[in-house]
């Protein structure tokens, strides 16, 4: 018997504090196919475990927020389905979303990962075109390709692949806590087959909505930015990150709508200690206790 997609498919979001968006998310899902919500120490805990157990999700419960990518290889290792999906809490699936990309794996059979159509709230296209880990001569032109095609890098908004691809790489890498996980996963993919956009699945996503905004949560994820790139960027044995980075950092430090705004001034400042924080050798999760 030939199984449906969402029994072949498993469903895997990261939440924090992403109670605004993810209801509109778990009901854009196929009835049937496996969720896990891994939630990083979100603060609305009891809406969320009803809103779970309404959509029949799996809801895993972190004591901490040990990051996206460790969050997400916490779900994945509780997958049995062929495929997985890593899917934003702010994205929505069309009624034959799965159904296209099982389609497209079985079309593409040495394709390691896979990016649907992605569209931003305002109809717009939402295409990952570069990335900070690769050459230019690799950034792809903008906009949706007018057909399936190979491309170099994947959004982590909706990443599809198969499970066995995943564990082959390692996962996510629990080293980066948030930022360029993605690029790095799929350049490690690429290593084994090529990744593919696929035209006809499409993906809804809202752009950075995914959790609730503070001026705190800003500095944070600057903080970690710094760090991750220059982490990612030494790893995928990029010359001069740390230098690079730095010359990024006070370039846009000396911008007038930086210096002009005191919000702007201290989310650079934060990428800026996260980048000296790389550049010394500390990890990330180091932070949590000294910073």
């Not at 059979?109 to 709230?121: M, Y």
């Not at 084994?192 to 944070?220: C, K, N, Q, T, Y």
């Amino acid at each position: 018997m030939t199984l449906s997609a969402k029994d072949r498919v498993t469903i895997v979001a990261v939440s924090y504090n992403s109670l605004r968006v993810l209801p509109a998310m778990l009901a854009s899902v196929p009835e049937g196919t496996p969720v896990v919500v891994v939630d990083n120490a979100s603060t609305e805990l009891e809406p969320l475990r009803a809103l779970c157990a309404r959509h029949g999700a799996r809801l895993i419960e972190s004591k901490v927020n040990e990051g996206f990518g460790i969050a997400c290889n916490r779900g994945a290792a509780l997958a049995t389905t062929e495929f997985l999906l890593f899917l934003n809490p702010d994205a929505l699936l069309m009624p034959d979303t799965l159904d296209q990309l099982v389609a497209a794996a079985e079309r593409y059979p040495r394709a390691t990962g896979f990016n649907p159509r992605i569209e931003g709230d305002d109809g717009k296209p939402f295409f990952k075109r570069k990335s900070y880990l690769l050459p230019r001569a690799q950034w792809m032109e903008r906009g949706w390709p007018a057909a399936d095609r190979e491309v170099s890098v994947l959004s982590g908004a909706a990443m599809f692949m198969r499970r066995a691809d995943f564990e082959a790489v390692g996962g996510f890498d629990p080293e980066i806590f948030l930022f360029h996980e993605d690029d790095d996963l799929a350049l490690n993919l690429a290593k084994r087959g090529p990744l593919m956009f696929i035209r006809d699945a499409l993906v809804r996503h809202g752009g950075g909505s995914s959790s609730a905004r503070s001026a705190e949560v800003a500095a944070l994820k600057a903080w970690h930015m710094g760090h991750s790139r220059v982490y990612a960027a030494r790893k995928h044995g990029m010359a001069f990150a740390r230098t690079r980075a730095l010359i990024q950092a006070s370039l846009q430090a000396i911008s007038p709508v930086v210096i002009l705004s005191r919000r702007k001034r201290a989310k650079q400042w934060a990428f800026l200690k996260g980048i000296i924080h790389a550049s010394l050798g500390h990890k990330s999760f180091e932070r949590l206790s000294d910073e």
